[in-house]
């Protein structure tokens, strides 16, 4: 059973930033894509990054030149790094495995960011 755990979020005034942890045990993270999503109050559940198992990176458009997703296989543990962030980037941040464009396992328990402005 593939269990992941979010780390590293916190409260932080704009422009400021976070690098947000999610380590993996149960399956190796080499041999998956991984992303990142957040849902913020009242809203859908949305992808921000995602990784494939060969290293290319896809970001929604919303984060592009902002955040940067990577992973440290010996960790078994995939990052995102967050930049010069901005109120509405406030939520709760998780991690998931990807297959077939959908996440694969159930959700953890999540990391919070908050945003002052």
């Known amino acids: 059973q593939v269990q992941l755990v979010e780390s590293g979020g916190g409260l932080v005034q704009a422009g400021g930033s976070l690098r947000l942890s999610c380590a993996a045990s149960?399956?190796?993270?080499?041999?998956?894509?991984m992303a990142w999503y957040r849902q913020a109050p009242g809203k859908q559940r949305e992808l921000v990054a995602h990784?494939?198992?060969?290293?290319?990176?896809n970001y929604a458009d919303s984060v592009k030149g902002r955040f940067t997703i990577s992973r440290d296989n010996a960790k078994n543990t995939v990052y995102l790094q967050m930049n010069s962030l901005k109120p509405e980037d406030t939520a709760v941040y998780y991690c998931?495995?990807?297959?077939?464009?959908?996440?694969?396992?159930?959700w953890g328990q999540g990391t919070q960011v908050t945003v002052s402005s």
């Open positions: 149960g399956s190796m993270i080499s041999t998956n894509n």
């Open positions: 998931n495995r990807v297959f077939l464009g959908r996440p694969l396992d159930v």
């Open positions: 990784i494939t198992r060969g290293g290319i990176l």
